[in-house]
């Protein structure tokens, strides 16, 4: 059968270069489509007709939606090469705990920082700082996502110095002026 990969994504997604990460991670070629959150497209609303969301991942005409879930599949299909995750399942647990926890805390906390002025901002500021300080506990000294990781900052950068990642992620001044459009668009000027 015909190894067909198709990843739905937006190129500023946190989950979308979550699930290219892996894909680079396993050596997978992909066929990347490109969502207009304004108008999601046929194939979008098809794949994911429940959260109609991205990142979708595509394999051989079967839909996998909800980046995590994406990620633990392609390590389970392409278990040959690169594992993302341990092979001891109390560790496995781990890593799928802490993945939900930074998609539900992390993204939302970020947001109110970027979209919130005032006292909001501080509440939110203080929110994101103690978050990062779980995190930052947690990573502990270990090397890369779930099999091993280091302090936060030092983590983020031996990540970034993984050929997957950096050529994942897309420009930091891309984002940075995608982020302030997007603030403007949504009326806050600062």
Known sequence: M???VVVLDKWASMYGMRVRIA??????SYESKEEDFNNKSDLLLQSNPIHKKIPVLIHNGKSISESGIIVQYIDEVWNHKNPLFS???YERAQARFWVDYIDKKVFATWMKVWL????????A???LISIFKTLE???GDKSFYGVETPKLVAWGKRCIE???VSKSLP???KIYEYVVAGKKALGYDD
């Not at 894909?23 to 997978?28: C, D, P, Q, S, V």
């Open 23 to 28: 894909l680079a991670e396993k050596g997978i």
């Open 116 to 123: 919130s002025k005032g006292e909001e901002y501080e509440e």
């Open 162 to 164: 993984k050929e997957s």
């Open 171 to 173: 420009d930091e001044n």
């Open 125 to 127: 500021k203080k929110e």
């Open 2 to 4: 015909a190894n067909e």
């Open 137 to 139: 506990e947690t990573l």
């Open 87 to 89: 092979s001891d399942p």
